[in-house]
């Protein structure tokens, strides 16, 4: 049988979650959280230990909404 691959990480806004707050899916971890994360210069790590919830691709995730321009 062969193993099925992960469904990707994208940024979603549920108004159930966070009142509609822009967060990877699966998560209750706001976006532009990880995005002012990775402004001030946290690493990759870092933000995987302080949120983790995050799924590996979750900050990937956030750089794609945040380059599609729905910031």
Same mark, same amino acid.
Do not use: H, N
């Given at each position: 049988?062969?193993?099925?691959?992960?469904?990707?990480?994208?940024?979603?806004?549920?108004?159930?979650?966070?009142?509609?707050?822009?967060?990877? *899916?699966?998560?209750?971890?706001?976006?532009?959280?990880? %995005? @002012?994360?990775?402004? !001030? +210069? /946290?690493?990759?790590?870092?933000?995987?230990?302080?949120?983790? *919830?995050?799924?590996?691709?979750?900050?990937?995730?956030? %750089? @794609?909404?945040?380059? !599609? +321009? /729905?910031?």
């Amino acid at each position: 049988m062969k193993a099925r691959s992960p469904i990707p990480s994208k940024v979603i806004c549920d108004g159930a979650i966070l009142s509609g707050m822009p967060v990877v *899916s699966g998560t209750r971890v706001p976006a532009e959280t990880v %995005l @002012a994360e990775l402004q !001030a +210069g /946290s690493s990759r790590f870092e933000i995987f230990r302080s949120y983790p *919830s995050l799924p590996p691709d979750g900050i990937d995730a956030c %750089l @794609a909404w945040e380059k !599609a +321009g /729905s910031r």
